[in-house]
């Protein structure tokens, strides 16, 4: 049980480490924008030296920095650790703690309330573990929104 949380917080030290890793905006970052006055949600481009450029039906258009509402950097893909050991320890917990009861309760009666408990702490343990490995092989695109100010210099 002690190995288990152990590992358990090994993980989640590493994975705040990369989540707290800075990633400078620099010219041709990849980038989200949203440019309502445009008719731009949530459009990917590219950030040029004073405006962002974007592919919109098979031509380049420059969006300048004046017309966004929101601006968001791609900082590669992030494991879904969390979600991973959060939904596995509370499927495991219930299921192992709920079966426990049952079990018990067939064969000594009414009195297994701290047996439940027991067998749904053991399912919570063994849930989380299965969940951080499943969720450390799911990615997804891990965008950053950078704060919109009067200009924007991007690093070069």
């Known amino acids: 049980m002690r190995a288990a949380i152990l590992i358990l917080l090994i993980i989640s030290i590493h994975a705040a480490s990369e989540l ?13 924008i ?14 040029d ?26 900082r590669g893909l992030k494991p879904q650790l969390g979600v991973g050991v959060l939904v596995g320890s509370l499927i495991n917990g219930l299921k ?17 309330g701290y047996a439940g408990l027991g067998g749904g702490m053991v399912g919570a343990a063994l849930g989380a573990l299965i ?15 950078i704060p919109l100010v009067s200009t924007i210099i991007p690093q070069r």
Not at 96 to 112: E, L, P, R, S, Y
Request: net charge positive.
């Open 20 to 32: 707290t890793a800075q990633n400078p905006v620099q010219l041709g970052s990849r980038v989200r």
């Open 96 to 112: 192992f703690g709920i079966g426990t009861a049952q079990m018990c309760t067939a064969f000594n009666g009414n009195k297994c």
């Open 49 to 74: 030296a004073d405006s962002v450029l974007v592919i919109q039906r098979g031509r380049r258009l420059a969006v300048s920095f004046s017309s966004l509402t929101r601006l968001e950097v791609y």
């Open 131 to 145: 969940g951080a490995w499943i969720g450390s092989t799911i990615k997804t695109d891990d965008w950053r929104e």
């Open 34 to 47: 949203s440019a309502p006055t445009l008719g731009l949600h949530n459009r990917i481009g590219f950030l």
